[in-house]
């Protein structure tokens, strides 16, 4: 008997240092592909420095003074008196010549990296950018007819495929398995003419709106150090509103997009699932194991830009053609709706300040009701509106977008290098699912109903996993019979909770997202511009704020210190409506008293 537990507490023991040196291994090995890539990040930047010089600074200063419509031109302008209506167009910059696709990278090249060295956005530069606008000019040269966004050149989130890019979703063990394709996004701004040069930073696993990983580290909002400028595409965020691009595409699953717009104070669109691509996702190192296997819950990529207007004017390219279902035959060929946004169309849009989830902060509040003022000066109706049901849609939420009880998601963090952060803010993923449940009888008790709801999410089979489906078929069924009813178009509410806080804070916080991810659940179309900024009365009015459970008291604590803080708000409408959505943006951010356009382009 006593040889049989001996050896069985051997074996156990073997087993035990076996594990242990296969993760020192492993982690030995994460490190040094980590510090591989640290040199070539460094390489890139030596090379980033050496192509913007090529060009004279004062060149590049004018280059950089341009923004998005003097540069690439060729855009429609309506005019209209009460009779006429001219449409002319406009040739600017990049299609005329006046500047070349070489001349607008390398400039760019040169902005993103002063964006760079204040924030930390850059994960690495696209070498073949240079090469693809040289050969840009060429068709110039050559008399050929030139695409509608000749020589613009683009940046992109990291995650997002870029050939000969790594894609890595700040997984160290995604180093060095480079895209083998183009996401199809990409492919399409190719064949448009624009020329992807730079890829920006995430938060390991995508699944926050925080911005930072083991491989790149932490990148800071321009608006202020320490703060986060929101995910994940965060990066993108941090870029353009520090004037290193003009235009971003990111990608959204809870609010990828729009919050971290929210907390840089630029514009970024959510389009529906319908009406881009994902495919692909499994290029690269992903697949399976870590992208997508959760239908009903819409990730979609999307434009981010420092304004709506530019943001619409890359989707009316993208629809304009038929390029989505070109390169993606599951989307339906729908075109541009050119009614839909047509200027001086006028809107009946529900609006809301609470989700009943989660209450913002006041600034966050402030600004829904300053853009329900500018839109009902606009001649825009607006009414009340209340989202039916949040609280339970986003305990659904949070079980179909992590589907398997959160397994695939802990698994693929803790074999990689999460920063300490991440792995105590998941560690509740590891307490069994029944445990997980017992606990939430206890956070009832003390009347965190909020958190019990959290602790009851996670999905522990089939059986419960096609009831939450089924609910969010119901759910969207629901939504838009009570729109239809109340005859609204679309609807106007806070983008987040906060004003942008401490890089920690969504790690803690992940319930904050719930005034975006309500949209990917719904699969509405949903788009964020900056209205306005954090005030010393929203500082004060934080005093009020509720601290009835840690959730709230978190929120309180991290939005405090956030005077001069950008602020934005969001509009979201079903599947299709897209430019009517971003009609009402467009008529928001132009009538605000703060210009988007100017915010944090300093050059
Ligand atoms: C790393 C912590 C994850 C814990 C899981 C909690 C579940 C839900 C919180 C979701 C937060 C979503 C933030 C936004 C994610 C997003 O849109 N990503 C883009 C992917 O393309």
């Known amino acids: 008997m006593l040889v049989v537990v001996g050896a069985i507490i051997l074996g156990l023991g073997a087993w035990f240092a076996y594990q242990r040196q296969q993760r020192a291994e492993r982690v030995a090995h994460l490190k040094g592909k980590i510090a591989q890539r640290k040199n070539e990040q460094a390489e890139l930047l030596e090379w980033a420095r050496a192509e913007a010089e090529k060009i004279p600074a004062q060149r590049r200063k004018e280059i950089g003074a341009m923004d998005f419509k003097q540069l690439l031109g060729k855009f429609n302008v309506i005019t209209r008196d009460s009779r006429l209506m001219l449409v002319f167009t406009l040739s600017a910059a990049l299609?005329?010549?006046d500047v070349t696709s070489l001349e607008a990278v390398t400039t760019y090249i040169g902005l993103s990296l002063a964006a760079h060295e204040k924030t930390n956005c850059v994960t690495m530069y696209i070498k073949e950018s240079v090469k693809h606008a040289r050969a840009l000019d060429g068709r110039r040269k050559s008399g050929e007819s030139l695409p509608p966004l000749f020589g613009l050149p683009v940046s992109i989130k990291e995650s997002i495929g870029v050939t000969g890019t790594d894609k890595t979703w700040g997984y160290a063990g995604s180093i060095h398995f480079p895209s083998t394709r183009d996401a199809p996004t990409v492919e399409m701004l190719k064949q448009l003419g624009a020329v992807p040069f730079v890829k920006t930073n995430v938060p390991l696993s995508l699944l926050s709106y925080t911005c930072g990983n083991e491989i790149y580290g932490w990148t800071e909002n321009p608006h202020k150090k320490g703060r986060t400028p929101g995910g994940s595409t965060g990066g993108e965020a941090a870029l353009i509103?520090?004037?290193?691009?003009?235009?971003?595409?990111?990608?959204?699953?809870?609010?990828?997009?729009?919050?971290?717009?929210?907390?840089?104070?630029?514009?970024?669109?959510?389009?529906?699932?319908?009406?881009?691509?994902?495919?692909?996702?499994?290029?690269?190192?992903?697949?399976?194991?870590?992208?997508?296997?959760?239908?009903?819950?819409?990730?979609?990529?999307?434009?981010?830009?420092?304004?709506?207007?530019?943001?619409?004017?890359?989707?009316?390219?993208?629809?304009?053609?038929?390029?989505?279902?070109?390169?993606?035959?599951?989307?339906?060929?729908?075109?541009?709706?050119?009614?839909?946004?047509?200027?001086?169309?006028?809107?009946?849009?529900?609006?809301?300040?609470?989700?009943?989830?989660?209450?913002?902060?006041?600034?966050?509040?402030?600004?829904?009701?300053?853009?329900?003022?500018?839109?009902?000066?606009?001649?825009?109706?607006?009414?009340?509106?209340?989202?039916?049901?949040?609280?339970?849609?986003?305990?659904?939420?949070?079980?179909?977008?992590?589907?398997?009880?959160?397994?695939?998601?802990?698994?693929?963090?803790?074999?990689?290098?999460?920063?300490?952060?991440?792995?105590?803010?998941?560690?509740?993923?590891?307490?069994?699912?029944?445990?997980?449940?017992?606990?939430?009888?206890?956070?009832?008790?003390?009347?965190?109903?909020?958190?019990?709801?959290?602790?009851?999410?996670?999905?522990?089979?089939?059986?419960?996993?096609?009831?939450?489906?089924?609910?969010?078929?119901?759910?969207?069924?629901?939504?838009?019979?009570?729109?239809?009813?109340?005859?609204?178009?679309?609807?106007?509410?806070?983008?987040?909770?906060?004003?942008?806080?401490?890089?920690?804070?969504?790690?803690?916080?992940?319930?904050?997202?719930?005034?975006?991810?309500?949209?990917?659940?719904?699969?509405?179309?949903?788009?964020?511009?900056?209205?306005?900024?954090?005030?010393?009365?929203?500082?004060?009015?934080?005093?009020?704020?509720?601290?009835?459970?840690?959730?709230?008291?978190?929120?309180?604590?991290?939005?405090?210190?956030?005077?001069?803080?950008?602020?934005?708000v969001q509009v979201a409408a079903p599947p299709f409506k897209e430019e009517a959505v971003m009609r009402v943006l467009i008529d928001l951010e132009r009538n605000v008293q703060h210009n988007p356009k100017s915010s944090f382009r300093q050059r």
């Open 95 to 97: 299609q005329s010549g």
């Open 241 to 568: 509103a520090a004037g290193g691009s003009l235009l971003g595409i990111g990608s959204d699953v809870g609010g990828s997009i729009r919050m971290p717009a929210h907390y840089a104070g630029i514009a970024g669109v959510k389009p529906s699932s319908m009406r881009l691509s994902l495919l692909r996702i499994d290029d690269g190192y992903h697949g399976p194991k870590r992208g997508g296997g959760y239908p009903l819950i819409e990730a979609n990529e999307g434009p981010m830009a420092a304004s709506m207007e530019t943001c619409a004017e890359i989707l009316k390219q993208f629809w304009d053609s038929s390029l989505v279902s070109d390169v993606d035959p599951y989307k339906p060929p729908v075109g541009w709706n050119a009614a839909q946004f047509e200027e001086g169309r006028k809107y009946r849009i529900g609006y809301y300040t609470t989700d009943g989830w989660f209450d913002p902060t006041p600034g966050c509040v402030r600004v829904v009701e300053e853009a329900r003022h500018i839109l009902q000066m606009q001649g825009h109706t607006l009414v009340p509106f209340s989202l039916p049901d949040v609280p339970e849609m986003i305990r659904v939420y949070v079980a179909t977008l992590t589907v398997d009880g959160g397994v695939s998601l802990m698994g693929s963090i803790e074999e990689d290098l999460p920063p300490a952060i991440f792995l105590s803010a998941l560690r509740p993923l590891r307490v069994p699912i029944l445990v997980q449940r017992s606990m939430a009888y206890v956070a009832s008790a003390l009347g965190y109903w909020r958190v019990a709801k959290f602790m009851r999410s996670m999905t522990k089979s089939s059986v419960e996993l096609r009831r939450d489906y089924a609910s969010i078929q119901l759910y969207r069924a629901r939504v838009v019979e009570e729109m239809r009813k109340a005859n609204i178009d679309m609807l106007l509410c806070p983008a987040q909770v906060m004003p942008a806080p401490p890089h920690e804070a969504p790690l803690h916080l992940s319930a904050g997202c719930s005034y975006t991810a309500i949209y990917n659940l719904l699969d509405f179309g949903a788009g964020v511009c900056r209205v306005g900024t954090w005030n010393a009365q929203d500082e004060a009015k934080l005093e009020c704020y509720p601290t009835s459970d840690p959730w709230y008291t978190m929120a309180k604590k991290f939005s405090k210190d956030s005077v001069g803080l950008p602020l934005g």
